[in-house]
């Protein structure tokens, strides 16, 4: 059982375009959401992470979006560059365990 | 700084082969982590550590073992590889007090024939 659903699984955008990438969770007992990324040959790297007492946090041009009502975040990458073409996990976690819940990741490819 | 070193980039084994595969951290962390990534299936934890010597059996452990005798080290043993054992494998670590961070070392391609 998927306890965090990550969608779409692959994503082409033109350079300068939006991106979006989304994902749902089920438990509630989950109080933390980072976002992972992985370049090709590397291992994922944590980039920008929000907890629910947030509706939205911003670094640069990407921006997470929380609803907590629909159990849902998002990850947006605006003016989006050929650098930022990887793939991108998100993810979910609870303060009493050690382990996060993974999406199966988004590949993103930017066009020049 | 947080490095994550995982021993090989590349591996090649044949099947029936005892394989090692090895971990460091250099940030003291007292969570290590063990996952396998495939397309399509995303990351899935083999094995996790969250002291010396201890071991918890994440989501798809048969065929794989652990072994965690330093803090520094988390090494994971595929006991006699088989061919659906190819994948990336990927090591991470974290803080005790930040148990939702993990850092993952650049992974290593394991192929079996």
């Known amino acids: 059982q998927q306890q965090v659903k990550q969608s779409p699984q692959s994503l082409i955008v033109q350079k300068g375009g939006i991106s979006i990438i989304n994902c749902a969770y089920e438990?509630?007992?989950?109080?933390?959401f980072p976002w992972y990324q992985q370049f090709p040959g590397k291992g994922p790297a944590l980039l920008i992470a929000?907890?629910?007492?947030?509706s939205e946090k911003k670094e640069g041009r990407f921006t997470i979006s929380f609803n907590k009502s629909a159990k849902q975040f998002s990850l947006h990458i605006m003016d989006s560059q050929p650098g930022d073409s990887a793939t991108y996990f998100c993810?979910?976690?609870?303060?009493?365990?050690?382990?996060?819940?993974f999406g199966r990741g988004t590949s993103l490819i930017v066009h020049p | 700084d947080v490095k994550v070193t995982q021993s090989s980039r590349y591996l090649v084994k044949r099947t029936g082969e005892k394989v090692f595969l090895e971990c460091v951290q250099d940030?003291?962390?007292?969570?290590m982590f063990w996952y396998r990534q495939d397309p399509g299936l995303g990351l899935r934890l083999i094995y996790f550590?969250?002291?010396?010597?201890?071991?918890e059996k994440g989501d798809i452990p048969e065929g794989y073992s652990v072994s965690r005798e330093k803090k520094e080290r988390f090494s994971l043993i595929l006991e006699s590889a088989s061919t659906n054992q190819t994948s990336m494998y990927l090591c991470?670590?974290?803080?005790?007090?930040?148990?939702?961070?993990?850092?993952f070392g650049a992974g290593t391609r394991l192929s079996v024939l």
């Open positions: 993810a979910a976690g609870s303060g009493g365990s050690y382990i996060p819940t």
């Open positions: 940030m003291d962390h007292e969570n």
């Open positions: 438990n509630t007992a989950f109080d933390y």
């Open positions: 991470a670590s974290s803080r005790g007090a930040a148990k939702n961070i993990q850092y």
């Open positions: 929000i907890r629910p007492d947030v």
């Open positions: 550590s969250y002291d010396v010597k201890m071991k």
